[in-house]
């Protein structure tokens, strides 16, 4: 496999040791570049929304609400984060007060 340079390293503790402590740097070097590429996604995708916005007049997303979440969904969109962590939290809510009306 290319640019996959472990696998000469020797089966010995020292050897295993330090294949996996470069393993673990190249994963922290990926989640490093993932998140960055999340954090443009999202920008991204603000910033199409805020340009959608503008062409069509449509009422703009309130985010980090579980109305937020659903209004994602009409526009065909997944969720931001914030939205979806209100809308479980939301769902959450709901599920624990239909418990108690049972008891
Ligand atoms: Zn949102």
Known sequence: MP???YGAVSN?????????TALES?????TRTIREL???IRELNNENARLRELNTGERPIEHGTSN??????DRGEKPCEECRVAYLARRREL???RKKAQK
Do not use: C, F, M, N
């Not at 937020?68 to 969904?73: A, C, F, K, L, V």
């Open 3 to 5: 640019g996959y340079q």
């Open 38 to 40: 999340d954090s443009q």
């Open 95 to 97: 599920q624990q007060q």
């Open 26 to 30: 190249e994963v922290a070097r990926k």
């Open 68 to 73: 937020g979440y659903s209004r994602h969904y």
């Open 12 to 20: 010995t503790p020292a050897g295993l040791r330090r294949r996996i």
